[in-house]
């Protein structure tokens, strides 16, 4: 089970900071992914973090302002947010991957178990 929190109203150029917990399977073996999802749009790839937290991989739209980190002590995955632009703009999920010990992966079809999502709204 994954539950993420920490989203929010901001202004653009502003910060935050999404966690995201998991329980029910040992957290440390599977990589975790970030997705957000706007209103008629396909789930769209943020960024994802290897099992052991040493590689990360972003979408380009957001390469310089987003950093995904992982506390395995916490079972908890991290996504910190900056210099955020209306575009930005979305509900974002967590997913766990369906395999172990991964680099991580882009492709949303990979990840069994997903968030129930926290929105994000950036206002210009």
């Known amino acids: 089970q994954l539950q993420a929190f920490g989203g929010g109203l901001v202004q653009a150029g502003g910060s935050l900071r999404l966690s995201c917990a998991a329980s029910?399977?040992?957290?440390?073996?599977?990589?975790m992914g970030w997705f957000r999802q706007t209103p008629g749009k396909e789930r769209e790839f943020v960024a994802t973090?290897?099992?052991?937290?040493?590689?990360?991989s972003y979408a380009d739209s957001v390469k310089g302002r987003f950093t995904v980190s992982r506390d395995n002590a916490k079972s908890t995955v991290y996504l910190q947010m900056n210099s955020l632009k209306p575009e930005d703009t979305a509900v974002y999920y967590c997913?766990?991957?369906?395999?172990?010990?991964?680099?991580?992966?882009?492709?949303?079809?990979?990840?069994?178990?997903w968030g129930q999502g926290t929105l994000v709204t950036v206002s210009s």
């Open positions: 997913a766990s991957l369906r395999r172990t010990w991964s680099v991580g992966s882009a492709n949303a079809n990979e990840y069994d178990y």
């Open positions: 029910g399977r040992t957290f440390r073996m599977y990589a």
């Open positions: 973090i290897s099992s052991g937290g040493g590689t990360t």
